[in-house]
């Protein structure tokens, strides 16, 4: 059962444009994160937010930028897209933080810059 | 450099075989995390084993931790077509508000 909420699940666009990604959680968790998975599957760390404060922001290039409204949700937009960012994002959350907390994933957004 | 590590890139085996796959990883934890992904959907947990057990099981699944040689195992009996998926082991990292995960093992589970 999906209980987090990620839109939309797939984008084309021309390298320079703007994109958003929208995720939201209905677990009640305090914790939120971003990550990137590249074409060999490989999960990186992007950002983790507890309770809409910033708590990790890895080294990402800074046309990536966070958003959060409320804990449950977290937003993250890309300014002026570049190839190397075509990719699946996948959001999120856990109770708080990841210390021996299970990670409650979406479906993930793919993003594909032509 | 990754702080955990599986040490197969793909595995493959038949229905009903079982399988393992193995985990390496670099820092004192507080758990390492199993987490199975499948095509198109986001990872999803298996099994959670803390730093003071040795062993947890989740129906067919059964998971070890050995903390001395910084090793975890995840093995697979009775596999099935569905089990098919890429198998990813997870550790927190210092300051516990990440997950670091491996690069993941591909199992096929072929008829």
């Known amino acids: 059962e999906t209980a987090v909420f990620q839109t939309p699940n797939y984008h084309v666009t021309q390298v320079g444009n703007e994109v958003s990604f929208n995720c939201k959680q209905t677990l009640g968790h305090d914790t939120m994160y971003w990550y990137k998975q590249d074409s060999k599957k490989l999960l990186k760390i992007m950002f983790s937010y507890n309770n809409k404060q910033l708590i990790v922001n890895e080294t990402v290039p800074r046309r990536f930028s966070p958003q959060s409204s409320d804990k449950a949700h977290l937003n993250l937009r890309i300014k002026s897209v570049e190839p190397e960012d075509s990719a699946v994002y996948l959001c999120?959350?856990?109770?708080?933080?990841?210390?021996?907390?299970?990670?409650?994933f979406g479906e993930g957004s793919r993003l594909i810059v032509v | 450099s990754q702080l955990a590590e599986e040490n197969s890139w793909a595995l493959s085996v038949h229905e009903g075989e079982s399988v393992t796959v193995n985990c390496s990883y670099k820092?004192?934890?507080?758990?390492l995390q199993w987490y199975r992904q499948k095509s198109g959907k986001g990872p999803a947990q298996l099994i959670l084993?803390?730093?003071?057990?040795r062993e947890k099981r989740n129906g067919r699944l059964r998971a070890t931790l050995d903390t001395s040689s910084q090793s975890s195992s995840l093995s697979i009996t009775a596999t099935r077509c569905e089990d098919t998926a890429v198998y990813f082991c997870a550790t927190d990292a210092s300051g516990s508000w990440q997950l670091i995960f491996g690069s993941g093992t591909q199992l096929t589970v072929m008829p």
């Open positions: 820092t004192s934890i507080t758990a």
């Open positions: 084993i803390r730093s003071n057990e």
């Open positions: 999120a959350s856990s109770l708080q933080g990841a210390h021996g907390n299970t990670l409650y």
